[in-house]
């Protein structure tokens, strides 16, 4: 894989640095912003758009995962969980409404803006910048698709042209989604032509135009399992141009730098302190790859302690509950957590994290807590010497921000197959994530690696998986697949949140602490800067607003799981 050490110099100029939050805020700037549009650097416009975007997928994967249970949610109450700021940011930056950290406007943090000055720039020169507006086009399209996907809608149409529609309409979800698959049929034709991308910094395929066509006809797949287009997802599928294997897959490199700028990936900064790790991991997740005796988890997660209050230790024996460390331990879980026979506090063998929607204070458990792995943070391979995290152990924080994988596709492809083939593609998916899970442990040298799983322990765990699911029917046969996807969407969870809403599944998720959590969120609230700021755009009074391609019962009776 490409280190982003040869592009630290790039990401100075462009402006971009990675801050320590486990959700990452970029703070972009672009060295020429006194400069017109057309005035400006192409490449250092391209590396903005980059970095904005990986920005924006790092938070929305973030609020996929939690609400997936894929990662932690903190709070009771859904509604307040995502107030209306919570997509300010990733509209910000999409659209160039953001606003610089000294209040002023800065128009080059967005991605739309940028494009539009590449393109008014390859319009007057010389020099041929297909590659950057591709690139470029590839970028906004995917983001248009999960503005969609998350938000119900999108600025597409009166989008770019503040003189003209300075409070621009939303487009329908589905005219978005028909606006962002033409982008992405320009950009294979730019891509086609195999531009020179001399001087460019790509920061994912190192300027190689033919794995560009399989990440467009990969983001392509993405929007026809969404709605549902069986045709034009199979015949995708049929020309084989996409995102295959483990070496095509769409990933952002971290690395391992602490300071000016923080090179390292967010979960890593925010896990590998002085003071512990900060992020709690979710309970389902990992209980759930307990029983299952998965061979990713010691990779996923790092236990810092052999056991935790109110649980068995990684021995079996019984963890004294303790109010100061886990004040849940000594409390009584409630009778819709009961009756479901769910962990409602505590996960054996020292996997120290929490359960959906716990609002308790925050202990100092910094040096107890589960802490992020090495994959695909480049934290520390758990080998069970249940030591501490600090600054620069394991990898260093070189890990990977996964978007979209070959492991996925095979999850996708399963979903849409006919049922004697769903387990074919149950088992390749689950062979290229742990091929792929497992290569991460060489980022962790000082790591006794005697502990970790082997050949034959991996293929027993896919063939006990894929038997399983052969043997199933109904709803187990469903929660199988989905609990193994959404296990391989950890640290990219983005398309979890959208399989749960398109399916249902799996129906196995832990339920909210709350009993009455308010209803589970079908759409996000429109970002409050841009309503406050446009005259057209009307809060929703809810989120339960569904997309255009989720046709499935209102809430609450959907997803039963909630």
Known sequence: MKKIFKYITVVLLAGGFFNSCETTEMNLRVSPNDLAAN??????????????????????SNLGGQLTRIDYMSGRNYFNNYPGDTFNSIWSRTYSSAFNSEGSSDPSVGIWTNIEALKEIDEASDIDY?????????????????????????VLSQAGNPDEFPAPLLDEGQAVYTGALALLDEAAALFAKNPQATGVSD???GGDSTKWIKLVNSIKLKAHVTTGNLAAFNAIIAQGNFIANNEDDFQFQYGIRELQPDTRHPDYADDYTPSGANIYQSNWLMENMLLKNDPRIRYYFYRQVNGTPGALDANGVPVDPSEEELACSLAQAPLHYVDGGYSYCSVNSGYWGRSHGNNEGTPPDG????????????GRFDDSSFGNVGLG????????????????????RAELAPEAQKAEFLRAGLTKSIAKVQSFGSLDSSADFTVAPKAAEVTNFIDSQVTAFNAASGDTKENILAENYFITLYGGATEAYNYYRRTGYPTTLSPNWELNPGAFPRTFLYPQNEVITNSNLTQKMNNSQQVFWDTNPAGPAFPSAN
């Open 39 to 60: 005035q400006a650097d192409p490449n250092l416009l391209l590396n903005s758009i980059q970095l904005a975007y990986v920005s924006n997928m790092t938070t929305i």
């Open 130 to 154: 297909s590659f950057h507006i591709a690139v470029g086009q590839t970028l906004k399209a995917h983001m248009l698709l999960l503005l969609v996907d998350y938000l119900g809608g999108a």
């Open 203 to 205: 920061f994912f395929y």
């Open 367 to 378: 040096f107890q807590r589960t802490a992020s792995g090495v994959y695909p943070a480049g």
């Open 393 to 412: 152990v394991g990898g260093g924080g070189a890990g990977i921000a996964p978007i979209i994988l070959a492991s996925y596709i095979d999850f996708w």
